[in-house]
């Protein structure tokens, strides 16, 4: 059974930094991508940033270049560096994991709070 744990959430003041972190254990068949959604109250989730094995990266419109996605494929280990934190950055960021027949994977979600 695969588990994903996320660490690095906490309060950071506007203009702040955070960097969150992932692990991935158990068994994952060619894994294809690891990557971050985030999921404010009320509001749908929302993807933040991914990565594929082969290194190609991607992130949602709402980045405007303050984050960066980095992995580390032989431990199963994704992170997600956030710069220039804003108010509306708020939410639970999630740990994603998907391999290449499509099975998803979840982590328990980790706070972030941006305010002054």
């Known amino acids: 059974q695969v588990q994903m744990v996320e660490s690095g959430g906490g309060l950071v003041q506007p203009g702040g930094s955070l960097r969150l972190s992932c692990a991935a254990s158990?068994?994952?068949?060619?894994?294809?991508?690891m990557g971050w959604y985030r999921q404010a109250p009320g509001k749908q989730r929302k993807l933040v940033a991914f990565i594929t094995v082969s290194g190609v990266t991607g992130y949602g419109d709402f980045v405007e270049g303050r984050f960066t996605i980095s992995g580390d494929n032989a431990k199963n280990m994704v992170y997600l560096q956030m710069n220039s934190l804003k108010p509306e950055d708020t939410a639970v960021y999630y740990c994603?994991?998907?391999?290449?027949?499509?099975?998803?994977?979840w982590g328990q979600g980790t706070q972030v709070t941006v305010s002054s």
């Open positions: 994603h994991a998907r391999n290449i027949v499509g099975e998803d994977h």
């Open positions: 158990g068994i994952m068949f060619n894994m294809d991508r």
